[in-house]
């Protein structure tokens, strides 16, 4: 809109003063602009193994590249009638060529892209066939100079002197010009479909905008032509932004879709490590059992007055210990299948008892005394009897490996039960331990949280999910005087309510 104001100015064939820096500095923006732009091509070419972008790409390489001789031969640049023996139309037969080579490079695209788009991506390395054609627009551009400048008199004169156009024959080309950038828009309009694409219809109609201006102008230093490279200059610097901030969207949605693949193996990883580390942690307990109970049994047959009686019950408490590792091992499988909860009725208070009884070496091996405060009106609980069971190991071994650690105080640990609000029924476990500290509080029950040399972090956080996917709730509070209380919440089971 602003140019097409702009063609109908009165003011375009002004001639303004002859700034010599201005033609240097324009090509050296647009040398660096279109050197990126192409580097961008290049790097989406030989991702999607596209022969389209390469050739687009060789395209701005190769006007990229003419931008040096056409600020050398441009007059009174560097040298007033300009460098490399430069003739009065060199610097235009350049600029000439460099525009020819878009639309030609946009044409060939849209045809290469439909080839594209039939060959599936072979096991070519993209690298030799960017070096050659990277080489291939190198050359072109090479050529183009020595025909310019040595070859200057075999080409038309787009110039009478340094300042004032031959305009018939510039106009003859500046159509062929124009009529390429028509094409070259059709050409695209009609199958442009990537972000790329669109911006390149924008830069495109900003050249054919440049092609109607070129041909109303009668010279260099006018208002038009300061304002022609102007235009150019933007055309393409839009063209630039357009595709690095294309570049990093696709970077950006590749590193979100990395990270989320990421994330997603991590979270498989954590589950199978979750498996691995809770089947270690459960199954160690009663097989450390086991192996006791067997070796106790073996000493009463060794010994040197073998005592049959006692070795048997060492045995049979060899086989219970193997059952329960069987269970748990079950129960583990229940659990993270996330099948159906296997629930028997059963008093909270008898497995409390069961539990306690087979601890009783460890309780014994640290010195803690027990201590039962157990409601006998506690109605049943509805449960899977075996993982609560391992919520109760769970919390008294804690409770056993704190008290272990206290020196100078009774070690207690005593056990609760009472019914809770008519419908539910609690225990709490609490010892006179160490106690947990403040800010360790809120994270005992996360996974893999431990305060242990030997701990796995994995109790806890597997004792809550057992007693949340129950219906109950499990907290910690922190002891009377010291250690730490923990509280366990069932709902009774409804069949004992009627
Ligand atoms: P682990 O026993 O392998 O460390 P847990 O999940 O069972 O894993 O326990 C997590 C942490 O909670 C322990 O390392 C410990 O710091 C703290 N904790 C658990 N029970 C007690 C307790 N009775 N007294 C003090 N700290 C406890």
């Given at each position: 809109?602003?140019?097409?104001?702009?063609?109908?100015?009165?003011?375009?064939?002004?001639?303004?003063?002859?700034?010599?820096?201005?033609?240097?500095?324009?090509?050296?923006?647009?040398?660096?602009?279109?050197?990126?732009?192409?580097?961008?091509?290049?790097?989406?070419?030989?991702?999607?193994?596209?022969?389209?972008?390469a050739v687009?790409a060789s395209g701005?390489v190769f006007?990229?590249?003419?931008?040096?001789?056409?600020?050398?031969?441009?007059?009174?640049?560097?040298?007033?009638?300009?460098?490399?023996?430069?003739?009065?139309?060199?610097?235009?037969?350049?600029?000439?060529?460099?525009?020819?080579?878009?639309?030609?490079?946009?044409?060939?695209?849209?045809?290469?892209?439909?080839?594209?788009?039939?060959?599936?991506?072979?096991?070519?390395?993209?690298?030799?066939r960017i070096a050659e054609s990277v080489f291939v627009a190198a050359a072109l551009a090479l050529a183009?100079?020595?025909?310019?400048?040595?070859?200057?008199?075999?080409?038309?004169?787009?110039?009478?002197?340094?300042?004032?156009?031959?305009?018939?024959?510039?106009?003859?080309?500046?159509?062929?010009?124009?009529?390429?950038?028509?094409?070259?828009?059709?050409?695209?309009?009609?199958?442009?479909?990537?972000?790329?694409?669109?911006?390149?219809?924008?830069?495109?109609?900003?050249?054919?905008?440049?092609?109607?201006?070129?041909?109303?102008?009668?010279?260099?230093?006018?208002?038009?032509?300061?304002?022609?490279?102007?235009?150019?200059?933007?055309?393409?610097?839009?063209?630039?932004?357009?595709?690095?901030?294309?570049?990093?969207?696709?970077?950006?949605?590749?590193?979100?879709?990395?990270?989320?693949?990421?994330?997603?193996?991590?979270?498989?990883?954590?589950?199978?490590?979750?498996?691995?580390?809770?089947?270690?942690?459960?199954?160690?307990?009663?097989?450390?059992?086991?192996?006791?109970?067997?070796?106790?049994?073996?000493?009463?047959?060794?010994?040197?007055?073998?005592?049959?009686?006692?070795?048997?019950?060492?045995?049979?408490?060899?086989?219970?210990?193997?059952?329960?590792?069987?269970?748990?091992?079950?129960?583990?499988?229940?659990?993270?299948?996330?099948?159906?909860?296997?629930?028997?009725?059963?008093?909270?208070?008898?497995?409390?008892?069961?539990?306690?009884?087979?601890?009783?070496?460890?309780?014994?091996?640290?010195?803690?005394?027990?201590?039962?405060?157990?409601?006998?009106?506690?109605?049943?609980?509805?449960?899977?009897?075996?993982?609560?069971?391992?919520?109760?190991?769970?919390?008294?071994?804690?409770?056993?490996?704190?008290?272990?650690?206290?020196?100078?105080?009774?070690?207690?640990?005593?056990?609760?039960?009472?019914?809770?609000?008519?419908?539910?029924?609690?225990?709490?476990?609490?010892?006179?331990?160490?106690?947990?500290?403040?800010?360790?509080?809120?994270?005992?029950?996360?996974?893999?949280?431990?305060?242990?040399?030997?701990?796995?972090?994995?109790?806890?956080?597997?004792?809550?999910?057992?007693?949340?996917?129950?219906?109950?709730?499990?907290?910690?509070?922190?002891?009377?005087?010291?250690?730490?209380?923990?509280?366990?919440?069932?709902?009774?089971?409804?069949?004992?309510?009627?």
């Open positions: 809109m602003f140019m097409a104001v702009l063609l109908t100015l009165p003011m375009r064939n002004v001639r303004l003063s002859q700034v010599d820096a201005f033609i240097p500095m324009v090509d050296a923006i647009m040398f660096v602009g279109e050197l990126i732009v192409a580097t961008l091509l290049y790097a989406q070419a030989s991702v999607f193994r596209s022969r389209a972008l687009l701005f006007s990229a590249l003419l931008l040096l001789p056409h600020a050398l031969t441009f007059p009174g640049a560097f040298a007033p009638d300009g460098w490399l023996g430069a003739g009065v139309s060199s610097s235009s037969w350049i600029y000439t060529a460099r525009r020819t080579a878009f639309p030609i490079a946009i044409i060939l695209y849209v045809l290469l892209k439909r080839a594209d788009s039939t060959t599936q991506p072979g096991p070519e390395r993209p690298a030799p183009m100079t020595l025909l310019a400048t040595s070859g200057h008199d075999l080409l038309p004169r787009f110039f009478l002197t340094h300042a004032e156009l031959n305009y018939g024959s510039a106009l003859t080309f500046e159509f062929i010009v124009f009529a390429l950038f028509v094409v070259a828009t059709a050409a695209l309009f009609r199958r442009h479909s990537s972000v790329l694409e669109t911006w390149l219809l924008v830069a495109l109609s900003g050249w054919l905008i440049e092609s109607l201006l070129i041909m109303t102008l009668h010279g260099r230093f006018t208002a038009g032509w300061y304002c022609l490279y102007l235009l150019t200059l933007v055309s393409h610097l839009v063209l630039m932004l357009a595709l690095i901030a294309e570049s990093n969207r696709l970077y950006a949605r590749l590193a979100i879709s990395t990270a989320a693949r990421n994330r997603e193996r991590d979270a498989r990883l954590m589950s199978m490590d979750a498996v691995t580390a809770a089947i270690a942690h459960e199954v160690g307990q009663p097989l450390t059992g086991a192996i006791a109970h067997a070796m106790a049994g073996l000493c009463w047959l060794t010994a040197e007055r073998p005592d049959r009686e006692k070795a048997i019950k060492e045995l049979r408490s060899t086989i219970d210990a193997g059952n329960r590792t069987n269970e748990v091992i079950k129960s583990i499988r229940a659990m993270f299948a996330k099948g159906p909860i296997a629930a028997t009725q059963f008093s909270l208070n008898d497995l409390v008892r069961e539990t306690a009884a087979f601890l009783d070496r460890e309780l014994a091996g640290e010195r803690v005394s027990l201590e039962l405060t157990l409601d006998e009106e506690l109605p049943p609980v509805l449960a899977d009897r075996v993982q609560i069971q391992r919520v109760l190991v769970n919390l008294f071994t804690n409770a056993i490996d704190s008290l272990g650690a206290t020196q100078g105080r009774p070690r207690r640990l005593e056990i609760r039960s009472a019914p809770l609000n008519g419908q539910d029924v609690l225990l709490e476990v609490s010892d006179t331990g160490i106690g947990i500290a403040a800010e360790e509080t809120p994270r005992i029950f996360d996974a893999f949280f431990t305060t242990k040399d030997t701990g796995t972090g994995l109790g806890l956080s597997l004792c809550r999910t057992i007693v949340e996917e129950h219906g109950g709730r499990l907290w910690a509070s922190p002891g009377k005087h010291y250690g730490a209380t923990f509280h366990l919440q069932l709902p009774r089971s409804v069949m004992s309510a009627h």
